[in-house]
Structure formats: structure tokens, C-alpha cells
């Protein structure tokens, strides 16, 4: 018998109990519902310590016949079908338990962002425009109107800083219409936001995300170490700084200096394999990208000393990109020529521009992926497994 709390043998003993039970149990098939009456005795012989002697047994719900998926089977299903099946998946205890390191991460994170003068805020998931780029639009048909699903809450933090909340934090869903088929990508993934007012410049968010990054990986470890979770071993000791390696650099090292070009899945592990072993600190971040990279986003504050450089930078760890951030352009006028560069229509972000025109301090800020985190922290194969109920370009069911 099994629930949250774990197992517990349940025994019928030959000549004393019930024989109506021996008939119920033996024919009641697995991953029924049951409620057992009976008397608990210490017992060396199961794991828990003891076993339960049932003097009545009810049947709650009967489970039907076969199981799509075995819950306690040693052999191991496919992915695909763990997924079809996933509320079978899930009452694996091994599934759960990364779940549970999901819960405590967040709340870990939700810790430290309190500890640091942070409102959580909800922001519309329905918007008229995207921030992150037209090919990844999911549009929604809004009573007759086009709008779209958010791929980031990138416009409203910006926005709550325009409001003079200062500093905010985000977690919640975001939805990117990825047509490509990869172990990182979902179309629909938790992301996690933050956005610092009065900044002084860009380092002043790469202390902060490292600070509360390690203090909620940190707290995640001791919360899971009470709950007996197999993986809490797993959550690594954060060492802070984490080194910074400017994009030039890495160019430089994967041997095509100045080509200003996006770094492919290859290219980051390949930076990764390099980092770690330079720095001997698995996250790292990449910096200063250039505005010729997907990093050219209008919010992205150029570099007054060479325009075609960014403030933005990313957060890897061995390889794996979970975080992209940096400072923001916060002067009108330069957010409008951004726009209007990345061939953006002004007038379509209006409500966005407002915030700038009745002051807005310099700020800055980060989005971390949820998803990934938990994969890369827990070294899971493929980031569906760290989501509950995962989207993809094939998937919409469960
Ligand atoms: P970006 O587009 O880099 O930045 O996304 C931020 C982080 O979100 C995660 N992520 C994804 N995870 C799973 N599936 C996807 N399809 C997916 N796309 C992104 C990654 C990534 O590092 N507005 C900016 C953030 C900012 O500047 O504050 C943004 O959205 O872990």
C-alpha cells in the first residue's frame, strides 16, 4: 500500500486473518484505492518498520485493467509513454521527487527574493504585441482581434519598474511557438523573472541573480534533506562570483574571432567543457553579447563605448543556457529608434513607451527557465521530465 508518505505492508497472515480479505486482495487489481482498517505492529522485515494486520479493507475506487504503464515495474518505459500515461508516471516516487526538488527550488527562490525587498507580481499571459520576436508568436484570436500568447513578461516588469515598484519578481508560464524538436525546448515553460530598479549598471544584476540563485539552491538542499529526497544530494554547493566570460573570448576560443554569430547547441557545449574546466565552476556567465546576436533585442542597452556590443549577457551552466539577462535601455528616445531598427512598430507599444515617458530609472533584470534549471541541477536527460504536464511542438495531451 502506498501513498505520499512512502510505503506500507500491508499482511495477511494464513489461518488468522479473514479469508474474505485473502479473496478481495487477491483478485482487486494494482493502483486500486483502498482504505485499511486494522492494527500496526513493529516489524523488522519491511522497510518502514512496520506492518499493518487489516481487519477490514474498503475499496475505494477499483483500477482498471491493464495498467498502460506499470508504476512499480523495474523495467523502465519510454519517455514518450511515461508522458501519454503521465498521471501513472508521476505516482512513481522517483518522479515525484523531482517535483518535490521543483517546489522547493521555488520556494527557495521565493525566499530570497522577499529577503531582498521583492514583489511578486502576475502579469497578463493575453498581449497585443510579443517581445521576443515575431517566429515564435502563438497567436490567439481575440473576440475578431489578433493577439498573442506572452513569450516572456519582459514589457510589464519593465513596466512595474516605470511604476516605481523597484524591484519585482515573476513566476509563471510563457509560451514560445518553437517549431524545433530538442531536449531544451518547450513551447510552453515556467520562466522565472526579475527586474531591479536604480541599477548602476549591469554587474549590479549578475550579483544579485548569483546571490539569490545560490541562496535558493541552498535553501532547496536543506528543505529536501528533511523530506528524504533521493535527488537533494544532487543540488550542487553554489560557489559565487561566477566567473564572466565575455562572448569576444569565447569566440575567440571556438576559433571564429569577431564573427558576431548566435552560438549553436554545439558551440555551447563546447564553451561549456571549456569554462568549467578554465574556471572550475559550473555556471558561468557569458557576457557583452553583440547586437549582430538574437541578444540585439530593442530593451537591451547598447554599450556607449561601442554601440555594437550589449549589456546583455547569459547565465550556462556545463553548457546548458538557463538564464539571459542584462540592463535595459530606460531613455525614449533610444527605445523608439530600437524599435523602429528591429523593424518594430512603435505605436504597438504604446502602453509599453508610456512607462518611459514620465520617467524611468536606469533598471535591469533576468529570465530564468524554470524547466531547465531543474533539469541541468538534476541531470535529467531531457527537460519534458521536469515539467508536469509538458507542450511541445507534438505534444497537447495529457
Ligand atoms: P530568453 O528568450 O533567453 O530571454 O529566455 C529566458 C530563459 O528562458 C528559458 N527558455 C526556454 N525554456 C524552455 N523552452 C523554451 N522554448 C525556452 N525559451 C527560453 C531559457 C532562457 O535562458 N525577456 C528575456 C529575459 C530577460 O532579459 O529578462 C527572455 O525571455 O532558460
Known amino acids: 500500500m502506498r501513498d505520499r508518505s512512502g510505503g506500507t505492508q500491508v499482511t495477511l497472515k494464513k489461518g488468522v486473518a479473514d479469508p474474505a480479505l485473502f479473496a478481495l486482495l487477491a483478485e482487486l487489481p494494482r493502483e486500486s484505492v483502498i482504505d485499511v482498517t486494522g492494527t500496526v505492529r513493529k516489524s523488522e522485515k519491511s522497510n518502514r518498520g512496520v506492518e499493518l494486520f487489516p481487519d477490514r479493507i474498503d475499496v475505494l475506487t477499483r483500477a482498471g485493467v491493464p495498467l498502460p504503464l506499470g508504476v512499480v515495474d523495474k523495467v523502465s518505459a519510454d519517455l514518450d509513454t511515461r508522458l501519454n500515461h503521465r498521471v501513472l508516471d508521476l505516482r512513481k516516487p522517483e518522479v515525484r521527487a523531482i517535483f518535490e526538488v521543483r517546489t522547493a527550488l521555488l520556494a527557495g527562490f521565493r525566499d530570497a527574493f522577499l529577503d531582498r525587498g521583492f514583489l511578486e507580481i502576475e502579469t497578463p499571459k493575453i498581449l497585443r504585441a510579443g517581445a521576443e520576436g515575431g517566429a515564435t508568436l502563438f497567436a490567439v484570436d481575440y473576440f475578431g482581434s489578433p493577439a498573442y500568447l506572452a513569450q516572456s513578461p519582459q514589457l510589464y516588469k519593465q513596466?512595474?519598474?516605470?511604476?516605481?515598484?523597484?524591484?519585482?519578481?515573476?513566476?509563471?508560464?510563457?509560451?514560445?511557438?518553437?517549431?524545433?524538436?530538442?531536449?531544451?525546448?518547450?513551447?510552453?515553460?515556467?520562466?522565472?523573472?526579475?527586474?531591479?530598479?536604480?541599477?548602476?549598471?549591469?554587474?549590479?544584476?549578475?550579483?544579485?541573480?548569483?546571490?539569490?540563485?545560490?541562496?535558493?539552491?541552498?535553501?532547496?538542499?536543506?528543505?529536501?534533506?528533511?523530506?528524504?529526497?533521493?535527488?537533494?544530494?544532487?543540488?550542487?554547493?553554489?560557489?559565487?562570483?561566477?566567473?564572466?566570460?565575455?562572448?569576444?573570448?569565447?569566440?575567440?576560443?571556438?576559433?571564429?574571432?569577431?564573427?558576431?554569430?548566435?552560438?549553436?547547441?554545439?558551440?555551447?557545449?563546447?564553451?561549456?567543457?571549456?569554462a568549467v574546466k578554465e574556471h572550475g565552476n559550473p555556471f558561468y556567465y557569458l557576457i557583452d553579447f553583440p547586437t549582430s546576436t538574437k541578444e540585439r533585442t530593442f530593451y537591451a542597452q547598447r554599450q556607449d563605448a561601442d554601440p555594437s556590443r550589449t549589456w546583455y549577457f547569459d547565465l550556462d551552466y556545463r553548457g546548458t543556457e538557463i538564464v539571459s539577462g542584462g540592463s535595459r535601455e530606460h531613455r525614449l528616445d533610444r527605445v523608439i529608434s530600437n524599435l523602429k531598427s528591429a523593424g518594430l512598430d512603435p505605436a504597438s507599444f504604446e502602453g509599453y513607451l508610456e512607462a518611459f515617458r514620465f520617467g524611468m530609472p536606469p533598471h535591469g533584470g533576468w529570465g530564468l527557465?524554470?524547466?531547465?534549471?531543474?533539469?541541468?541541477?538534476?541531470?535529467?536527460?531531457?527537460?519534458?521530465?521536469?515539467?508536469?504536464?509538458?507542450?511541445?511542438?507534438?505534444?497537447?495531451?495529457?
Open 159 to 274: 513596466m512595474l519598474i516605470g511604476a516605481g515598484f523597484e524591484r519585482v519578481f515573476e513566476i509563471a508560464p510563457a509560451f514560445r511557438a518553437e517549431p524545433s524538436d530538442t531536449v531544451r525546448h518547450l513551447t510552453e515553460f515556467g520562466s522565472l523573472d526579475a527586474e531591479i530598479g536604480y541599477i548602476d549598471g549591469v554587474e549590479d544584476v549578475r550579483r544579485i541573480l548569483e546571490e539569490v540563485l545560490a541562496a535558493a539552491i541552498d535553501s532547496a538542499r536543506r528543505r529536501l534533506a528533511g523530506w528524504a529526497n533521493p535527488f537533494a544530494p544532487r543540488l550542487p554547493e553554489v560557489r559565487t562570483p561566477f566567473p564572466r566570460i565575455p562572448f569576444a573570448s569565447a569566440e575567440r576560443w571556438l576559433g571564429r574571432a569577431g564573427a558576431g554569430i548566435d552560438f549553436g547547441t554545439e558551440d555551447e557545449k563546447a564553451i561549456g567543457e571549456w
Open 369 to 398: 527557465g524554470v524547466d531547465r534549471l531543474v533539469m541541468v541541477l538534476l541531470g535529467l536527460g531531457n527537460v519534458r521530465e521536469a515539467r508536469l504536464f509538458p507542450r511541445d511542438r507534438y505534444r497537447l495531451d495529457p
